[in-house]
C-alpha cells in the first residue's frame, strides 16, 4: 500500500476536524476524496503530507511513518494545497528550479524542462508567477508537485475555478499520472469523480461514510447520480 492510514485524529481545540478515520490507497489508482465544506479534507492531507501533526493515529506513505520519519515523507510525496500559493515575485522557471534545488535533483534543468511541457507551460515560462492566470498558476503549483517525480500525488482541489479548457488540460495531466502513481485528489465537482477517479471516500464531519470502488458505490446505490449518493450520505 502505498497509502496505510489508521484511526487518523485531528482536534483543534474541542472540535474533532478529523475523527478516526482509517484508509488505503494503492499504486496506480486515482483516490477521490470528497465531503462538504469544513468536513475534514484539507486537515487529513495535511496531515499525510506532514504539515499538520495529527493528535492520535497514524499514517504511513510508503511504509514510512508521517511523524518519525518526514523527510522520507516529504520525498515520496508531491501536494499541491488548496488555493495553490506560490511566489508571486519568482519567475515560472526560477521557481521550479529553487524546488528542485530543495530535492536535490540531478540535472536540474533537464528536469525543469519536461515538468514545463509535461503540465503545458511552454509559452508562460519566461514569465513572473504572479502574472500567470489562475490555470497557468495552478499548473505551476502541479509542476512543483511532480518535479520530484514522487509516488504519491496529494492534490487539494486542483482544478477549483478553472476554465472547461484549461479543466479539461488538467485532468488529463492528472489521469496520466495516476497510471503510475497513487493520486489522492479532493474535489466538490461530481463529474470530475466520474471522470478520474477508480476509488471513493465520502467523509462528512471528520468520519468516513463511504469507502468505496466507484463502480461499488454506484451498484450499492443503483439508479442514483454521484451527486444523491453525496447528499444522502452528508446532510
Ligand atoms: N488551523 C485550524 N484551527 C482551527 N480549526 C481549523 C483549522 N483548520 C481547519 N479547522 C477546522 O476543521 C474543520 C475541517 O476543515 P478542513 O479545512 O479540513 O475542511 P475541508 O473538508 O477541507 O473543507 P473545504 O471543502 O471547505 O475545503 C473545519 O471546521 C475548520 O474550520
Redesign the pocket.
Known amino acids: 500500500m502505498s497509502i496505510s492510514v489508521k484511526a487518523l485524529t485531528k482536534h ?2 474541542q ?1 474533532k ?2 475523527d478516526g478515520i482509517s484508509f488505503e490507497a494503492k499504486p496506480g489508482q486515482i483516490l477521490g476524496f470528497l ?10 492531507m495535511k496531515m499525510l503530507t506532514g504539515y499538520l501533526s495529527p493528535s492520535a493515529g497514524e499514517a504511513e506513505i510508503c511504509g514510512k511513518n508521517v511523524v518519525s520519519e518526514p523527510l522520507q515523507v516529504k520525498s515520496l510525496i508531491g501536494y499541491l494545497p ?1 488555493n495553490t500559493p506560490l511566489y508571486n515575485e519568482m519567475y515560472v522557471r526560477e521557481f521550479l528550479g529553487f524546488v528542485g534545488q530543495l530535492y536535490h535533483i540531478d540535472d536540474l534543468d533537464q528536469r525543469v524542462r519536461e515538468v514545463i511541457a509535461m503540465v503545458g507551460l511552454g509559452p508562460e515560462q519566461h514569465k513572473k508567477i504572479g502574472m500567470l492566470s489562475k490555470g497557468y498558476k495552478q499548473r505551476v503549483g502541479l509542476a512543483q508537485a511532480i518535479i520530484h517525480d514522487p509516488q504519491v500525488l496529494i492534490l ?2 486542483p482544478t477549483s475555478g478553472l476554465d472547461p479548457n484549461q479543466l479539461a488540460d488538467i485532468r488529463k495531466l492528472i489521469k496520466d499520472l495516476g497510471k503510475n502513481k497513487t493520486v489522492i485528489l ?1 474535489t ?1 465537482i461530481m463529474q470530475e469523480v466520474e471522470a478520474l477517479c477508480d476509488d471513493v471516500i465520502i ?1 462528512s464531519k ?1 468520519q468516513i461514510v463511504a469507502n468505496a470502488t466507484m463502480a461499488d458505490l454506484k451498484s450499492q446505490n443503483a439508479g442514483q447520480t454521484l451527486e444523491e449518493i453525496f447528499r444522502k450520505l452528508t446532510s
Open positions: 483543534f481545540g472540535q476536524a478529523v465531503g462538504p465544506n469544513g468536513a475534514g479534507k484539507s486537515t487529513t488548496e487539494d482541489e479532493s466538490h467523509i471528520g
